[in-house]
Each structure stands twice: as C-alpha cells, then as structure tokens.
C-alpha cells in the first residue's frame, strides 16, 4: 500500500508515542461526564457548572501558539474549544505531554480525551480550560478538513461516491448528515409506537424464503447447501403476515429489509426498508384514514409541523389528503378516459402520449405505464390513487361495486409513490387464477409476473378474515421527510459499483496537510 507523506508521518507518530511508553490505543476507561452540547446550552445560563468536567472526542481543529494553545473537539453531539495552557497540564519541569505528546505527535482527527473547568474566553467563547490530555486513539489517516476563507469553503468532502463509500468520513467532517439518520431513527420509532398503541404485534418472517412473492420484482437467489435447494432473499413481506391473520393475529407489522435485484437511482437501491401492515376486519379505506393519520405525526414528531420543505416545495401532510382513482387521474392530467379501453387501445394510447410499451405487457401494466409516465410527477402533495384495473393487483380484493377494479390504493407524495395498500384477497379460488395469470405474463417475458405459492394458497383455505394490507417504504419517506434528493442519502451504506483500485485514494488531500 503507497503511502501519503501525511499518512507515514502519522504512522511515524504512533511509533514515537509507543517507544515514550504511551499506548495510543488504551484501553477504554476514560470516564465520560458531559456533552458538548450540555455544556454549551447550560454553561452560558449558570456558569457555577462544569467546573470538573471530562470529555472526549475528536480533534477537527489545532492553533499551537507557543506555551498555549486551542483546539476543536467533536464529540456525538457537536464541538467545542479547548483551551491547553503548557503549565496546567504539565504542572512540574517536565513538558513533554505539552511539547512533544500535543504539539508535535497529536493531529487532527486524533481521539482524544480531556479534563478540566469550563469559562468563557475574552473572545467571548465558551470554552474547557484544560488540566489533563490523554491519548485515546491515534488517526493514521488525515481527515478532509472543512475549511473556509473569505467565505468561500476549502477542502469540502461533498463528492457523492466518496461520502457513500466512506460514510464513516462523511459523518465526522459534515455533522447534518449525522442528523438526517437521527430524524430517520426518530421516523421508525414514531410509526411503531403508533402501531403498538393500537394493538397491532410487531413480528419478524423469513429473509431466506423457497419462493418470492408479495410484489411484482425480480429476486436475489441464493444456494442452500445442506438442503441442496435454492432460495430467494424476500421481495416483500405480505404472503407470511398474511399467514399470520390466518392463524388469529388482528393486526401484524414488520420494519424489513427487502431484496429486488433491479435497476438503481436515486429512488431505487437494491437493499431497502420498509413496513408492511395486516389489520384484520378492516378495508382500505380504513387503511387510508390510518394511512393520513400516521404520516401526519410522523411529520408533527420530526419538524413540529405538517409542512414540510422538500426541494422547492413546500409539503402539508395534514389531514385529509387528495383524492383519485387511478382512472380519474389519468383523465385529469391527459384529458383521456381509459377505463373502457382494451390492451390493443391501451397501446396506441400509451404511444400517443408518449409512453414506451413492449409486448409483454399486458392491460393492466399498460395502465400503469400511462399512469407512472403521465401522472406521478404532477403528485407533489400527498395524495392517494385508488381502485386499480384487476389485471395489475394480483394479491387484491375485488372491488365490491366496480367491475375489472380491486380495492387498492397508493399515496403519491413529491411525484413519487409512498405507500401501497390493499383490501387483501381471501378467496383462494380466485387468488388461484390471479397466480395462473402471473404465470402466463411470466411466459411473455415480464420478469416481475408473481409465482404462484401453493402454501399460501393452503392457508388461504382454512380461512383468511376480510383484512387490510398496507406497504410503506421507509427509505422514500425518510427523503422526503428529511428532504434528501437521494436514496443514497438516507442509507448509511447504500450498494455501490466495486470500487475502482485508481480510485482508492485516501480521504484527505496530501498535497494540504492538514496541520500544517
């Protein structure tokens, strides 16, 4: 491995501190007693406080002025000034911790822990007037330190591949991406509470699974040696919650990760969050009263508000939220009613407007073309598309007034889907001939059709109550409600291509060492 001039100077340094007899990697006894941010939300209101405090955290800045010194360290809950006079932390003749342990062997992104009182500087800043600095984990490699001049910012770690690839780097040097996993953390927890308060079981079903089903997508494959058989990482979670109502559940939930071995983009990553609810006895349009309800107190619990800014706009997730059906919005936004068309005029309405077909789809995905191609931008508020042509639900109730319709819903929310829902199918017999037409559309070469699942099918027999069905994804809600652009962006560690050997850089710009 070639070596930077910062990262042998480092390593250099590391050496150094171990034949002093300084270990830089101790073991982890250094007592915690307060926060950056309790420190600077309390200190300025009484500052009697924090006169024996101890901190820890990472150094991101250094100005070494003679006998004195400052320095910027950042703990998990932001920074602050630390104030190193030489004779207070090397009280005797001895300065060597100051001279040679700080000043010479000590760099920015060093962990560091540190102890002494809290006052504020003639500058009016409130800083930690040191007494005791200990080495607590030696960097080797230089961090990309933020920098701003006449202001203008130097040094920035903004490249997308980089901060995906290197989230741990991207977490230190820009403290808002740290924020946007903490509201993300504050999102799950807000939508489970809400579902636990109202009785429903949260539960766990298989990853590894004999069959995929529950969506329309491709699947990840696997190999089981000792079974000698092949499985399928989920694509969805509905076929087992379902299982569950079966055997008397009345509301079920699962937070899940799900597999779709597809194409990415900034919506799209091929390891994915999302909950997936089963409410016996209840419709969709229970679901989408719950739906409305839901995402407004996630909306009250991250912002304090129901308008949230996305972008350039500004989204009201109060309730109650627009209404189409699927037809309705198609006629609205292109000026054509499709609902009594047949595939052949599907088609050359789809090509009149503009919409790529392929012969393998049939009416009810030419539907959804014309409708994802025409409409889904235009949903900026929150809205919901219901009651769906049959041919495109293959897991859905149908409707109990409109003939070739289901009972299903989407929330469209920013020109993207948020959520899915269903008045769920529970006649096996007809859940048979949907199976059997996914079957035939598999044979036209549509790679998403479902397979049919005979153990789904058995426990359908013995009885499923009429019931409820909503998918939501985590990661489409977390942009949205974090406003993020990417997906990327609200995954710690989304899937990127391998990465590149004359890409494998390091972090920091050698050519600017950072303590220079």
Not at 40 to 64: C, H, Y
Not at 408 to 431: H, T, V, W
């Amino acid at each position: 491995m070639e070596l930077t001039d910062q990262e042998i100077f480092r390593r250099q340094a590391k050496e150094t501190l171990e034949q002093m007899g300084i270990n830089p990697y101790p073991a982890p006894t250094f007592e915690v007693n307060v926060t950056a941010a309790e420190i600077l939300e309390k200190f300025p209101k009484d500052n009697t406080l924090f006169q024996e405090v101890s901190i820890a955290g990472r150094l991101m800045s250094r100005r070494v002025m003679g006998a004195a010194s400052f320095a910027g360290l950042q703990d998990d809950t932001g920074r602050i000034q630390l104030y190193i006079n030489r004779d207070e932390i090397c009280p005797g003749e001895d300065k060597t911790l100051y001279n040679t342990v700080f000043k010479k062997l000590s760099d920015i992104g060093d962990i560091v822990g540190v102890t002494g009182f809290v006052f504020i500087t003639k500058m009016g800043e409130v800083s930690i007037h040191v007494k005791s600095f200990t080495m607590l984990s030696k960097s080797l490699r230089p961090l990309p330190v933020v920098k701003e001049k006449d202001g203008k910012t130097y040094d920035a770690f903004t490249d997308p591949e980089q901060r995906y690839r290197q989230r741990y780097v991207d977490l230190i040097v820009n403290p808002q991406v740290r924020e946007t996993f903490v509201k993300r953390t504050l999102l799950v927890n807000t939508m489970r509470n809400f579902l636990a308060e109202k009785g429903y079981l949260e539960v766990e079903t298989p990853i590894l699974q004999p069959l995929y089903g529950g969506a329309a997508a491709r699947p990840f494959k696997t190999h089981h040696n000792t079974l000698d058989t092949t499985l399928y990482l989920r694509i969805a979670d509905e076929l087992y919650l379902k299982r569950l109502i079966v055997g008397g559940y009345k509301g079920v939930f699962e937070f899940s990760k799900d597999f779709r071995n597809e194409g990415m983009d900034r919506f799209h990553n091929p390891e994915f969050t999302q909950m997936e609810l089963y409410v016996a006895y209840k419709d969709y349009e229970w679901m989408m009263n719950l739906v409305e309800e839901m995402v407004e107190k996630v909306a009250l619990a991250l912002h304090g508000s129901t308008q949230v800014k996305v972008g350039e706009n500004v989204i009201d997730f109060k309730r109650p939220w627009k209404r189409y059906t699927m037809f309705e919005a198609i006629e609205h936004f292109t000026g054509i009613d499709v609902s009594q068309m047949d595939e052949d005029a599907l088609r050359k309405t789809a090509k009149s407007l503009g919409v790529e077909v392929d012969d393998s789809m049939g009416k009810g995905k030419l539907v959804d073309e014309i409708f994802g191609e025409t409409c889904e931008s235009k949903l900026i508020q929150p809205t919901f598309i219901y009651d769906y042509p049959v041919e495109m639900s293959p897991l859905t109730k149908k409707h109990r007034s409109k003939p070739g319709l289901t009972e299903r819903f989407e929330a469209m929310c920013n020109g993207k889907e948020l959520c899915n829902a269903y008045s769920e199918l529970n006649d096996p017999i007809d859940q048979r001939e949907r199976f059997e037409a996914q079957l035939e559309l598999g044979k036209r070469g549509d790679e998403e059709s479902m397979v049919l699942d005979e153990d789904f099918l058995r426990a359908l027999e013995f009885g499923m109550p009429p019931t409820a069905g909503l998918g939501i994804g985590i990661d489409r809600l977390s942009m949205i409600m974090t406003d993020s652009k990417s997906i990327q962006d609200v995954l710690f560690f989304p899937q990127m291509k391998p990465e590149k050997k004359a890409e494998d850089t390091p972090a920091g710009n050698p050519e600017n060492p950072v303590n220079a």
